[in-house]
């Protein structure tokens, strides 16, 4: 199994547009069969996905999806940040 985590921060004043581009990706992404969980927290203008894969080959496949790369293209400019996305492994 392979364990994601996701940290997305919106700029303030595009709080609604990206949690509504965020909803969408989570809701399509969870339909993917190598999906174990694709789970969506939030502080504030941060969004936190916390993600796991079945194996590589699925996480492959989800990393190609037009819904994941339209998010990424259309949500550039509206976030403070980067994407911080960190590959994880369970310690406990």
Known sequence: MISITAI???KK????EIQSRIIHLV????KEAA????????AENV???WE???????????????????FIAKSESLLAAPVQVYK???LL
């Open 8 to 10: 997305i921060k919106s």
């Open 13 to 16: 004043e595009h709080l609604t």
């Open 27 to 30: 809701t399509e992404t969870r």
């Open 35 to 42: 999906c174990i969980r694709y789970d969506l927290h939030t």
């Open 47 to 49: 969004f936190i996905i």
């Open 52 to 70: 796991e894969w079945k194996d590589q080959a699925g996480l492959d496949l989800h990393n190609n999806q037009s819904y994941l790369l339209d």
């Open 88 to 90: 994880t492994a369970q």
